[in-house]
Protein backbone atom coordinates (compact mmCIF):
# COMPACT_ATOMS: atom_id res chain seq x y z
CA UNK A 1 0.00 0.00 0.00
CA UNK A 2 1.77 3.31 -0.93
CA UNK A 3 0.29 6.42 0.83
CA UNK A 4 1.16 9.80 -0.41
CA UNK A 5 4.94 10.82 -1.35
CA UNK A 6 7.08 13.15 0.43
CA UNK A 7 9.43 14.92 -1.90
CA UNK A 8 12.23 15.58 0.86
CA UNK A 9 15.12 16.27 -1.23
CA UNK A 10 15.74 15.54 -4.95
CA UNK A 11 16.68 11.40 -4.20
CA UNK A 12 14.86 10.65 -1.14
CA UNK A 13 10.87 10.87 -1.02
CA UNK A 14 9.19 9.19 2.10
CA UNK A 15 5.89 8.04 2.12
CA UNK A 16 3.25 8.55 4.33
CA UNK A 17 3.05 5.24 6.08
CA UNK A 18 6.76 6.31 7.55
CA UNK A 19 5.51 8.65 8.94
CA UNK A 20 3.28 7.82 12.79
CA UNK A 21 1.26 10.49 13.97
CA UNK A 22 -0.21 11.17 17.39
CA UNK A 23 -1.80 13.82 18.93
CA UNK A 24 -1.11 14.84 22.70
CA UNK A 25 -2.05 17.25 24.69
CA UNK A 26 0.09 20.68 24.81
CA UNK A 27 2.10 21.54 27.76
CA UNK A 28 1.53 25.45 29.07
CA UNK A 29 -1.34 27.75 29.18
CA UNK A 30 -4.20 26.81 27.03
CA UNK A 31 -7.35 28.20 28.72
CA UNK A 32 -11.06 26.58 28.77
CA UNK A 33 -9.25 24.31 25.85
CA UNK A 34 -6.34 23.25 28.15
CA UNK A 35 -7.68 19.91 29.52
CA UNK A 36 -9.70 18.55 26.66
CA UNK A 37 -7.49 19.71 23.06
CA UNK A 38 -4.72 17.46 21.75
CA UNK A 39 -2.88 19.64 19.40
CA UNK A 40 0.06 18.83 20.25
CA UNK A 41 1.34 16.36 17.56
CA UNK A 42 4.46 13.70 18.45
CA UNK A 43 5.64 12.81 14.70
CA UNK A 44 7.56 9.29 14.83
CA UNK A 45 9.73 8.29 11.99
CA UNK A 46 11.56 5.10 11.89
CA UNK A 47 15.08 6.11 11.04
CA UNK A 48 17.14 2.79 11.25
CA UNK A 49 14.10 0.81 9.17
CA UNK A 50 13.03 3.12 6.48
CA UNK A 51 13.48 2.11 2.67
CA UNK A 52 13.57 5.64 1.68
CA UNK A 53 16.71 6.92 3.02
CA UNK A 54 20.23 5.01 1.81
CA UNK A 55 22.11 4.02 4.62
CA UNK A 56 24.65 6.59 4.60
CA UNK A 57 21.73 9.16 4.70
CA UNK A 58 20.50 7.37 8.03
CA UNK A 59 23.66 6.99 10.33
CA UNK A 60 24.05 10.57 9.77
CA UNK A 61 20.39 10.82 10.82
CA UNK A 62 20.10 9.48 13.62
CA UNK A 63 23.43 10.77 14.83
CA UNK A 64 21.97 14.10 14.04
CA UNK A 65 19.19 13.38 16.08
CA UNK A 66 20.25 12.99 19.22
CA UNK A 67 17.92 13.24 22.34
CA UNK A 68 15.02 12.96 19.49
CA UNK A 69 16.31 9.86 18.72
CA UNK A 70 15.11 6.31 20.73
CA UNK A 71 17.39 3.22 21.32
CA UNK A 72 15.31 1.55 18.64
CA UNK A 73 16.38 4.00 16.20
CA UNK A 74 12.98 5.56 16.10
CA UNK A 75 13.28 10.10 15.56
CA UNK A 76 10.30 11.02 17.81
CA UNK A 77 9.62 14.99 17.03
CA UNK A 78 7.09 16.94 19.35
CA UNK A 79 5.58 20.15 17.32
CA UNK A 80 3.34 22.45 20.03
CA UNK A 81 4.10 26.19 19.12
CA UNK A 82 0.78 26.35 17.84
CA UNK A 83 -3.17 26.29 18.98
CA UNK A 84 -4.10 24.43 15.64
CA UNK A 85 -3.22 20.65 15.41
CA UNK A 86 -2.99 20.93 11.74
CA UNK A 87 0.02 23.76 12.01
CA UNK A 88 1.02 21.73 14.67
CA UNK A 89 1.57 18.55 12.11
CA UNK A 90 3.11 20.71 9.47
CA UNK A 91 5.32 22.27 11.71
CA UNK A 92 7.06 19.11 12.90
CA UNK A 93 6.88 17.56 9.05
CA UNK A 94 8.65 20.23 7.90
CA UNK A 95 11.51 19.80 11.19
CA UNK A 96 11.88 16.05 10.52
CA UNK A 97 12.13 16.52 6.67
CA UNK A 98 15.02 19.85 7.37
CA UNK A 99 16.48 17.34 9.71
CA UNK A 100 17.04 14.13 6.57
CA UNK A 101 18.24 17.43 4.50
CA UNK A 102 20.54 18.02 6.88
CA UNK A 103 21.85 14.55 6.95
CA UNK A 104 21.39 13.84 3.05
CA UNK A 105 24.77 16.22 2.51
CA UNK A 106 27.87 14.55 2.82
CA UNK A 107 30.80 15.90 4.84
CA UNK A 108 33.69 17.23 3.35
CA UNK A 109 36.54 14.80 4.32
CA UNK A 110 39.22 16.78 5.75
CA UNK A 111 42.94 17.37 4.02
CA UNK A 112 45.44 17.03 5.92
CA UNK A 113 48.25 19.55 6.14
CA UNK A 114 52.04 19.84 6.33
CA UNK A 115 53.06 22.55 9.51
CA UNK A 116 55.94 25.01 7.08
CA UNK A 117 58.93 24.71 8.46
CA UNK A 118 59.20 28.86 8.82
CA UNK A 119 56.19 27.99 11.81
CA UNK A 120 57.53 25.07 13.29
CA UNK A 121 61.06 27.26 13.65
CA UNK A 122 59.19 30.11 14.85
CA UNK A 123 57.86 28.10 17.62
CA UNK A 124 60.76 27.02 18.48
CA UNK A 125 62.71 29.89 18.50
CA UNK A 126 59.62 31.23 21.42
CA UNK A 127 60.06 28.58 23.18
CA UNK A 128 64.28 29.18 23.16
CA UNK A 129 63.10 32.29 24.56
CA UNK A 130 60.85 31.72 27.20
CA UNK A 131 63.32 29.28 28.57
CA UNK A 132 65.65 31.80 28.51
CA UNK A 133 64.08 34.77 30.66
CA UNK A 134 62.82 31.58 32.93
CA UNK A 135 66.64 30.34 33.64
CA UNK A 136 67.82 33.96 34.24
CA UNK A 137 64.86 33.80 37.44
CA UNK A 138 65.12 32.13 40.54
CA UNK A 139 68.72 31.68 41.47
CA UNK A 140 69.75 33.15 45.18
CA UNK A 141 71.15 36.78 45.24
CA UNK A 142 74.91 36.62 46.02
CA UNK A 143 75.94 33.32 44.54
CA UNK A 144 76.61 34.48 41.20
Known sequence: MMGIMHRVTD???LDDSELIESFVRSSGPGGQNVN?????????????????????VAVRLMKLAGRRLT???????????????ERNRTEARER???????AAVPPVPRRATKVPKSQKKKRVEGKKHRS????MRGGRPGLE
Do not use: H
Not at 76 to 83: D, E, G, P
Open 96 to 102: LFELIRE
Open 71 to 85: KDGVIVILAQSYREQ
Open 11 to 13: KIA
Open 36 to 56: KVSSAVQLRFDARRSRALPND
Open 132 to 135: AIKS
